[in-house]
Structure formats: C-alpha cells, structure tokens
C-alpha cells in the first residue's frame, strides 16, 4: 500500500443509506437509516433505527421497502436524532451508492430544523463506473451479485448501507477517486480548518465570497452559485503556481449571500474596485460579452458595429453573444434605413443587399453622404438610449416567494432590493420604495445589459 492509499484508508468515511416516504426531498421524510463509520477501513461505529416522518407512509413505498406506518409510528422522530448524525458523520466524507439521493434527504431534514448540514460527498455508482467497468447494471443489487457481496434486506436502511460499506472497500483497493484525493490534500496542504471551511461550512447558494489572511486583508472576491463549490475549485488548482500561493496565504474565508446570479456580479464588481484585491488581477474575469460600439469609419460615416472592445468607438449597448446583438441591430438597420455594410452585416462587394430593395439609402456606393446618414445613426443611439434606460431586471428566488431586482434609471445602474413574489399582479412602480442604492462602476451596465441577454428567467420591466 503506498502514502497515499494509506492515507485514504485512514480518513473518516460514514457509509448512509436512507430509506423514505417519496422521491422529492423538498415534500417526503426519511423512514429508515443507517450509517456505518469507518475509520482505517474498518467499522468502529454504526446507527440504524427509523424514523417517523411525521405523514402517512404511501401504499408503493410500503410494498418496495417493507415499511408500514404501524412500524414508525412510535419511532423517534428526525430532530430527535439529528444531533447523534453529526456526531458520528463529523470530519467524515459522507459514502452513499447514488449518495445524491440519500444526502439531499438528510440535508432537507436538517433544513427544517434551521441547520445547515454540509459533508463531503462520495458516489460509489459514479466511481463504480469509472473503476469497475464492463457490468450490465450499476444497480446496488446487480453489483453485488456481481462481485459476491452479501446484500441482506434489500430496500431496508441497514442492509442496502452494508453492502455499500463492502463495495466501497473494492473501490478503495482499486483507486483513489478525485474526491477523497482533494479532500485530503487540501487538509495536508491549507490545513483542516480551511478544508472544513471548504467543505462543510460554506453554502452551496449564490453569492459573494472573500479569501482573507491571517491579519485579515482580503486576498480575492469572487462570485458563484454555488460559494462552496467555486471557493473549492481555488484550493485544488495545484498546478496552478499564482493559485497556490494565493491559497497558502488564505486563513478565513467570509461570504455573503445574494438573492439573484445578477446581484451576485454586480457586487463582486463593486467590491473588486473599493478593495482592489491583489490576486483579483491576477484572476481578472475576461469578458464575454460582445459590444454595440458607435465609430467613425475612414469616410467619416459614423458606423454601429458588433466587437468584443473598441478602442475608439462609444459602447452603445452590450450583449451576451454575437448572435443576440446581430438579432438586435438588424431591426435597427431597417428601422432607421442604415447600411448593412457600414455596420459590418454585409460583406458583398458594391452595394449592399437593403440598397436593392430600397431600404438603404445609397452610403454603401456614395450615393447618400455622412452628413445625412450620421444624424439616423444618431437616432438610432438615441431610439436605443431612450427604450432602455428606464428599468428593472426581476428575477424569482427559486428559494422563497420572493423577487429580487436591479434598477437601473437614466441609463444607469442605481441599486437593487427584494420584493413579494406578486408584486407584478399589483403596481410594479412600488420597486422604487424598496431599492437599497449602490454605487455604479464602469463595468455596472456592461454587466446588467450581459446578463439580461444571456438569462433565461430575468424579466425586464420598463417605468417613465
């Protein structure tokens, strides 16, 4: 056995199986449990009972698992077993076969009660895949068929986590999966305290968070939808030189929750220019948005035109992709009769397509001078200007019955706040009362004007 398997075999592993009154983990409870905890690749501690759950067990749920509501009815109760769980899982990477399952039921359980409830998980469908290839089904039964492991009590809590535990021991003979190999060289090399940050204490919700020092400066801002998934992905870039001498120097790690994806970029940006993070320009964000620049060209006709950056032209307007902005200025093109060539949608030699059928007005082969052709493209700006300076972006919480909101007025961004779920049943103009003011970057509409071409649930809602 080499150091590394060693040290694999002497983490803390708790092997869950849990058994449950439905599929969706938001509405059903767990009825049955058992963890096995391992320690050395041996079993030094076990928990099995069930559980109430508090609502009638269905019919088909019974006849799969055996588990009648007379069984659990005077069974302890979830909270009355919650504190035992996170002793006996504590510092241990949380093992399950399709552990996605059994870990979104006990992460919901915990929820009720107001706790948050973070492991490293382990997948030993996933791995079993990877490591032990070639079996017609991946199933807990199948398997074990295969591999002669002794499956006792099938559907029940105890039985199905026993087998796990065994097949779990193949797969730490085959291999060290990525998982366990980050978990343990973020311990060995940051330190527990920052692995258990990492790995239990940070929430999987969208946000903003800080990497401090030890005299508590901050060292980087970032943003995510996932904090602990994204602040992970820092500590386990070893390759990376800058990465990790960045993370050697990091002591605590500090979040702040946000209510949208979009709030979440506006204040990282606001935070990176107050604090000016020195690892923040080493990992600067590039750009993915695609600009609507206004520029005079070498015939002095003023040109809108889709580009990445400018150097010399005015930014008019941004877009998540140059096929959202081609969609946006064609109708512009019609609207104000501009020249397809001159904004760079056509590449015909002589005249361009909208000059034959009488659209265009002749600028493609000098029948129609800049003069007259500048002040439609100024129209055009202003015609922009004016449909969307005034606006909120509003996007439902998917975690509450809430909204959350940006404003932006007279073409700039001005703050943002949260509101009833209804409130677009009711008069939207009560946004104003409720927006917590911010202050705005060069960056700010550049990241509000993105984010509503790329989104998919933002809703733009114009006021005078």
Request: aromatic letters at 10%; a neutral charge; glycine letters at 8%.
């Amino acid at each position: 056995m080499n150091s590394q398997e060693e040290e694999n075999r002497n983490q803390r592993f708790a092997v869950v199986d849990v058994e449950t009154s439905g599929g969706d983990p938001r509405r059903e409870r767990i009825t049955d449990i058992a963890i096995y905890l391992l320690e050395g690749g041996v079993i030094v501690e076990e928990f099995c009972t069930l559980l109430n759950p508090e609502k009638p067990i269905p019919g088909y749920i019974t006849k799969l698992t055996g588990i009648t509501n007379s069984m659990v009815k005077n069974a302890p109760k979830f909270y009355e077993v919650a504190k035992k769980i996170v002793e006996i899982t504590r510092d241990a990477i949380f093992v399950g076969h399709n552990v996605g399952f059994d870990y979104s039921f006990v992460q919901n359980e915990f929820k009720r009660l107001g706790y948050s409830y973070r492991r490293v998980t382990f997948d030993t469908v996933r791995v079993s895949r990877k490591l032990l290839p070639g079996h017609a089904s991946y199933s807990l039964g199948n398997l074990s068929d295969d591999l002669g492991i002794i499956l006792q009590n099938r559907h029940r809590a105890a039985g199905d986590a026993r087998a796990t535990v065994d097949l779990f021991k193949i797969l730490l003979d085959k291999a060290v999966d990525e998982d366990i190999a980050i978990t343990i060289s973020i311990a060995k090399i940051f330190g527990k305290d920052i692995a258990r940050l990492l790995f239990e204490s940070l929430p999987e919700e969208t946000g903003v968070y800080y990497l401090h020092d030890s005299d508590g400066n901050i060292l980087y801002i970032g943003k995510s939808t996932n904090i602990a998934k994204r602040a992970l992905g820092h500590f386990a870039s070893y390759d990376d030189p800058k990465a990790l001498e960045m993370c050697t120097k990091v002591a605590d790690i500090s979040y702040e929750l946000t209510t949208s994806e979009l709030i979440a970029l506006l204040k990282e940006d606001i935070e990176v220019n107050r604090h000016h993070p020195p690892y923040n320009r080493w990992h600067r964000r590039k750009s993915s948005g695609y600009g609507l620049y206004a520029t005079y060209n070498e015939e002095g006709y003023l040109a809108l035109t889709i580009a990445k950056s400018s150097k010399n032209g005015v930014l008019v307007f941004t877009y998540s992709s140059t096929q959202k902005a081609k969609q946006a200025l064609a109708p512009i093109i019609e609207k104000f009769s501009l020249c397809q060539k001159i904004c760079g949608l056509s590449k015909s030699e002589g005249a361009c397509f909208h000059y034959q059928i009488g659209i265009c007005k002749g600028a493609c082969c000098g029948e129609e001078g800049p003069d007259l052709y500048n002040q439609r493209v100024e129209q055009a700006i202003a015609y922009l200007s004016n449909t969307t300076k005034n606006f909120f972006v509003v996007e439902t919480d998917k975690g509450s019955d809430k909204v959350a909101f940006v404003k932006v007025e007279k073409g700039k961004f001005v703050g943002y706040g949260q509101a009833s779920g209804d409130f677009l049943s009711g008069n939207p103009h009560e946004l104003h009362d409720l927006v917590a003011s911010s202050p705005e970057t060069p960056n700010s509409m550049k990241i509000i004007n993105a984010y509503i071409g790329k989104s998919k649930t933002a809703k733009v809602v114009y006021f005078q």
